[in-house]
Nanobody, 129 residues
Framework: VQLVESGGGSVQAGGSLRLSCVAS????????IGWFRQAPGKEREAVSA???????FYIDSVKGRFSITSDNVQSTVYLQMDSLKLEDAANYYC????????????????????????WGKGTLVTVSS
């Protein structure tokens, strides 16, 4: 299994970035895929996830600003991040889980974080004022 993230970088607050995660080595449609982040000195935090059927979940702090999509043909998941804030700065990781994600956003992302099977090496997002 390989998950390769890209698209991170340095941006001013209010700017946008689009992260990509190219997946290989497994049947893409058998897994839910998502993103978690970790800032220095902080715990990992699930950001968003998408199920094989296209259901999406977001943490409250990014709702209305981030959008997760998947391309099943290209086995790629994207995270469009708009209106970036200083507190969004972190290493962003792509991960997969075979768990079924459902219910509220908070519950689904908690399941996602607790049952990740694989994750990538991450891509760094820096936000400046």
């Amino acid at each position: 299994v390989q998950l390769v993230e890209s698209g991170g970088g340095s941006v001013q607050a209010g700017g946008s970035l689009r992260l990509s995660c190219v997946a290989s080595g497994f049947r893409f449609t058998d897994y839910a895929i998502g993103w978690f982040r970790q800032a220095p000195g902080k715990e990992r935090e699930a950001v968003s996830a998408i199920t094989p059927t296209g259901e999406t979940f977001y943490i409250d702090s990014v709702k209305g600003r981030f959008s997760i999509t998947s391309d099943n043909v290209q086995s790629t998941v994207y995270l469009q991040m708009d209106s970036l804030k200083l507190e969004d700065a972190a290493n962003y990781y792509c991960a997969i889980t075979q768990k079924i994600l459902a219910g509220s956003d908070r519950y689904a992302l908690r399941v996602f974080m607790s049952a990740m099977n694989y994750w990538g090496k991450g891509t760094l997002v820096t936000v400046s004022s």
